[in-house]
């Protein structure tokens, strides 16, 4: 299995509806993940850290699966403003911010 | 506040020549970090620094990669000499410090480079 694993998409979703993507990690010892969030031509931007069983901030929601070692990330009331590739982000030794194993992305496109 | 500067944010060069990026990481940060980003890798780790002393380097590709950090204020990352397969996008981060290590990391806009 890869170290972190995604549905590269694309995802093509109504303004106004629900989208929820997944990813999958390997070290099972990994304490920490984080979602970023990546616009076209842009740098990566931390969306959400999840150091527990989950996280909610507003329409965004992150979840864990540690026995399937899973993470999900659902949005709610998705706008235009959402369209993006999420990237999926777990320490590379399992712990500690220092280095990061990046997901490919899930790639994010809101339909007016 | 200024975040992480980048410069330049474009680099067009020919195969062999040198190539040097510069990052400035954001003030009163602890560590710094230098990525490549391409559609078929994705992004990848080259080097990161903890109060300007290299601490990993494992994902510089090869000898033709070097990263330097003089002071707290100013990195750069030089190949030389450059080849088309070096052509990606090249993101500085910066990360403050906590009791556990680095914290959020924060990333400048990327140096897009094309070797030809």
């Known amino acids: 299995r890869k170290e972190v694993e995604q549905d590269p998409g694309p995802f093509n979703v109504p303004e106004g509806a629900t989208v929820a993507f997944n990813c999958t990690y390997s070290?099972?010892?990994?304490?920490?993940f984080f979602w970023y969030r990546q616009d076209c031509r842009k740098e990566p931007k931390l969306l959400m850290s999840?150091?527990?069983s989950g996280n909610e901030d507003g329409r965004f929601t992150a979840q864990l699966n540690r026995a399937s070692q899973y993470i999900s990330l659902l949005i709610r009331d998705s706008k235009l403003s959402d369209s993006a590739t999420y990237l999926c982000?777990?320490?590379?030794?399992?712990?500690?911010?220092?280095?990061?194993?990046f997901g490919t992305g899930t790639r994010l496109t809101i339909i007016p | 506040d200024a975040g992480v500067i980048q410069s330049p944010r474009h680099e067009v060069t020919e195969m062999g020549q040198e190539v040097t990026l510069r990052c400035k990481p954001i003030?009163?940060?602890?560590?710094l970090f230098w990525y490549r980003q391409t559609m078929m890798r994705g992004l990848e780790l080259l080097i990161y620094?903890?109060?300007?002393?290299?601490?990993?380097d494992s994902g510089m590709p090869e000898d033709r990669f070097s990263a330097k950090m003089p002071n707290a204020s100013f990195s750069t990352l030089k190949i030389q000499p450059s080849e088309p397969r070096d052509s990606a996008v090249y993101f500085c981060?910066?990360?403050?410090?906590?009791?556990?290590?680095?914290?959020?990391?924060?990333f400048g806009p990327g140096t897009r480079l094309t070797v030809l």
């Open positions: 003030s009163g940060h602890d560590y």
């Open positions: 999840v150091y527990s």
């Open positions: 070290n099972s010892a990994s304490q920490s």
């Open positions: 620094f903890n109060n300007n002393v290299p601490i990993d």
């Open positions: 981060a910066s990360s403050p410090r906590t009791s556990g290590g680095a914290d959020t990391q924060y």
């Open positions: 982000v777990v320490p590379t030794r399992g712990f500690g911010n220092e280095k990061l194993t």
